[in-house]
T-cell receptor, first 113, second 117 residues
Framework: GQQLNQSPQSMFIQEGEDVSMNCTSSSIFNTWLWYKQDPGEGPVLLIALYKAGELTSNGRLTAQFGTTRKDSFLNISASIPSDVGIYFCAGRPIIQGAQKLVFGQGTRLTINP | GAGVSQSPRYKVAKRGQDVALRCDPISGHTALYWYRQSLGQGLEFLIYFQGNSAPDKSGLPSDRFSAERTGGSVSTLTIQRTQQEDSAVYLC???????????????FGQGTRLTVV
């Protein structure tokens, strides 16, 4: 089945640094979504991408849908303490009839003050 | 409602007990998804509903797991004869419509944390 490889698994950075994480898939996806999950909460949608090459920003967050349709990245600029959490990529495979979202294993972001 | 609502938030079940987990999707959302998240892990797909039908139930781990959706709204995930390995957070999500493009984004509830003892 479709799998997403998300990296890095964890990041330890200083406040104010920029962050970059990415996801790659073994097959073509037609949707990429990025979520953030805080402890004890459900994932919260950050950015949605629908077209190859699409670059979308949401405040300090920027995400891109790779031109090969098999990858996506998320950047966070000038990190702040509230950015701490687990970030998940999710994609919808292009296989006909596939509606489920496939998730990466997450990137745990820790910020040192 | 304003968001996806799940109940209960926490459930402790004795091994062998049946449990029912409820999901109220965002009003007007036609697609509904159930996922399972074990401690420190990613999200594992369980089942997807379009309206009241489930075109994809490929993620249900065994026949002890079942789900239904009524009135195109509320969904219930039922686990029969619970086992310790069923302990996890069960997350529900809904989207306005299935397919691709705008309005297919999935919004999640807070989840139900199930602990089987």
């Amino acid at each position: 089945g479709q799998q997403l490889n998300q990296s890095p698994q964890s990041m330890f950075i200083q406040e104010g640094e920029d962050v970059s994480m990415n996801c790659t898939s073994s097959s073509i996806f037609n949707t990429w979504l990025w979520y953030k999950q805080d402890p004890g909460e459900g994932p919260v949608l950050l950015i949605a991408l629908y077209k190859a090459g699409e670059l979308t920003s949401n405040g300090r967050l920027t995400a891109q849908f790779g031109t090969t349709r098999k990858d996506s990245f998320l950047n966070i600029s000038a990190s702040i303490p509230s950015d701490v959490g687990i970030y998940f990529c999710a994609g919808r495979p292009i296989i006909q009839g596939a509606q489920k979202l496939v998730f990466g294993q997450g990137t745990r972001l820790t910020i040192n003050p | 409602g304003a968001g996806v609502s799940q109940s209960p938030r926490y459930k402790v079940a004795k091994r062998g007990q049946d449990v029912a987990l409820r999901c109220d999707p965002i009003s007007g959302h036609t697609a509904l998804y159930w996922y399972r998240q074990s401690l420190g892990q990613g999200l594992e797909f369980l089942i997807y509903f379009q309206g009241n039908s489930a075109p994809d139930k490929s993620g249900l781990p065994s026949d002890r797991f079942s789900a239904e959706r009524t009135g195109g709204s509320v969904s219930t995930l039922t686990i029969q004869r619970t086992q310790q390995e069923d302990s996890a957070v069960y997350l529900c999500a809904s989207s306005y419509r299935p397919g691709t493009g705008a309005n297919t984004e999935a919004f999640f509830g807070q989840g139900t944390r199930l602990t089987v003892v």
